[in-house]
């Protein structure tokens, strides 16, 4: 039999920074699911269709799963240099003590979590090293099915089960160890393992996050109303944006960071020993937004974005939020 140990230091000697266990019971999931299900009778989800069949894919999920018996989290660094910081509404840059760089002229802002190679494929990758490994440790085939996004599970409430941290007010998982830059993933398998105590923490009195957010998309209690959010806008948004929206984007070409930069938790950010997450393996911190229109066609625009995760916006997307970031930049001079 497999200890969570073991799998504990297989996962830390394959790179992966922070690793839990979560025993599969269907009345925790449960429990996660009921504000997930609020958040979507709300409509803060937007235009996220894929998020309202989200139950019935998980329902989906675990019945053709029914030996499933732990989920083990990991958590992935991504915190890679200073790069740019930006600032919130209240003209605050970031609670980190990390000196700002500004952006050039004609240059978009890029969230930290797309700089370097897609990080859907680069833990992809490293959780089928893990499966195989673990394979051979129990002496058998496991049954282990990956997860990067890519499956109906709630990963912050997860990873707070499994002890990772636990879920701020800008509906981040705060690591007490790298701060909101932590990459969530998980293994589904069928080893029965031990599990951990859930991370007891919270944000407390501290709503400097709500504050600084630009559009006011965090709400008093926490939590995000998608249709405000600046990444939600600039990269699952497939339409127009609101007018009355343009102005707070500010040069963020693509994603936001802002309710991460602010939070007194970005100042654990320690660099990344993952080099496919760096700016040197992707396109970096910012994008020549007169250049973005220069790439002649889709296939050009796949060929150019197609190893980082800002392909996640299609290339008429990408052109809309380089307009935006372009006039607001030419307004400001
Ligand atoms: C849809 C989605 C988005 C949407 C909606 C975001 C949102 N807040 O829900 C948009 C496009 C806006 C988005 C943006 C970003 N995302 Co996103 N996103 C997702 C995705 C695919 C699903 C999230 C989801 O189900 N949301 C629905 C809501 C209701 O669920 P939830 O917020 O997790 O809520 C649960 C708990 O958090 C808890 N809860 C909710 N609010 C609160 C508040 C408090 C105070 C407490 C205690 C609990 C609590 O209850 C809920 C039910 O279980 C996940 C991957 C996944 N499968 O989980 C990545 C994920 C959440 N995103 C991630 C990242 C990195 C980002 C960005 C930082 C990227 C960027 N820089 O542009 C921003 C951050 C914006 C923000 N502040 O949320 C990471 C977060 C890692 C981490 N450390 O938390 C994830 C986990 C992807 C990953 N595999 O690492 N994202």
């Known amino acids: 039999?497999?200890?969570?140990?073991?799998?504990?230091?297989?996962?830390?000697?394959?790179?992966?920074?922070?690793?839990?266990?979560?025993?599969?019971?269907?009345?925790?999931?449960?429990?996660?699911?009921?504000?997930?299900?609020?958040?979507?009778?709300?409509?803060?989800?937007?235009?996220?269709?894929?998020?309202?069949?989200?139950?019935?894919?998980?329902?989906?999920?675990?019945?053709?799963?029914?030996?499933?018996?732990?989920?083990?989290?990991?958590?992935?660094?991504?915190?890679?240099?200073?790069?740019?910081?930006?600032?919130?509404?209240?003209?605050?840059?970031?609670?980190?003590?990390?000196?700002?760089?500004?952006?050039?002229?004609n240059q978009g802002r890029v969230a930290r979590y797309a700089w370097g190679k897609d990080y859907h494929r680069v833990i992809g990758k490293r959780l089928e090293e893990l499966r195989n490994e673990l394979s051979k440790l129990a002496?058998?085939?496991?049954?282990?099915?990956?997860?990067?996004?890519?499956?109906?599970?709630?990963?912050?409430?997860?990873?707070?089960?499994?002890?990772?941290?636990?879920?701020?007010?800008?509906?981040?998982?705060?690591?007490?160890?790298?701060?909101?830059?932590?990459?969530?993933?998980?293994?589904?398998?069928?080893?029965?393992?031990?599990?951990?105590?859930?991370?007891?923490?919270?944000?407390?009195?501290?709503?400097?996050?709500?504050?600084?957010?630009?559009?006011?998309?965090?709400?008093p209690e926490g939590g995000i109303d998608a249709r405000r959010c600046i990444a939600y806008l600039t990269i699952e948004h497939k339409g127009e944006i609101s007018e009355n929206l343009h102005s707070a984007i500010g040069d963020w070409v693509f994603g936001c960071d802002i309710c991460l930069q602010v939070c007194p938790y970005a100042s654990k950010g320690k660099e990344t020993a993952w080099e496919e997450l760096k700016s040197p393996a992707g396109k970096g911190t910012s994008l020549d937004l007169l250049k973005l229109f220069k790439i002649p066609s889709n296939g050009s625009y796949e060929k150019e974005f197609g190893e980082t995760a800002i392909s996640r916006a299609n290339r008429k997307q990408l052109l809309r939020n380089a307009t935006i970031v372009l006039q607001n930049k030419g307004g400001k001079s």
């Open 1 to 105: 039999m497999i200890s969570s140990n073991q799998v504990k230091f297989l996962a830390s000697s394959l790179g992966f920074d922070a690793c839990g266990i979560v025993r599969i019971d269907g009345s925790i999931l449960e429990e996660d699911m009921r504000p997930f299900r609020t958040w979507i009778a709300q409509g803060f989800h937007g235009t996220m269709k894929y998020l309202e069949d989200f139950e019935s894919r998980a329902k989906k999920f675990w019945e053709n799963f029914p030996e499933a018996k732990s989920l083990i989290v990991v958590g992935v660094n991504y915190y890679s240099g200073h790069g740019d910081a930006a600032k919130g509404r209240n003209g605050k840059i970031s609670a980190s003590p990390f000196p700002r760089v500004a952006v050039s002229e």
């Open 139 to 219: 002496g058998r085939q496991i049954r282990a099915e990956i997860c990067v996004d890519t499956k109906p599970l709630l990963e912050r409430s997860l990873a707070q089960r499994a002890g990772l941290g636990f879920v701020g007010k800008q509906s981040q998982l705060l690591s007490p160890k790298f701060g909101p830059w932590l990459f969530l993933a998980e293994l589904v398998t069928d080893l029965e393992l031990e599990p951990d105590p859930p991370f007891v923490g919270s944000c407390g009195s501290c709503r400097i996050c709500i504050d600084e957010c630009p559009t006011q998309a965090i709400h």
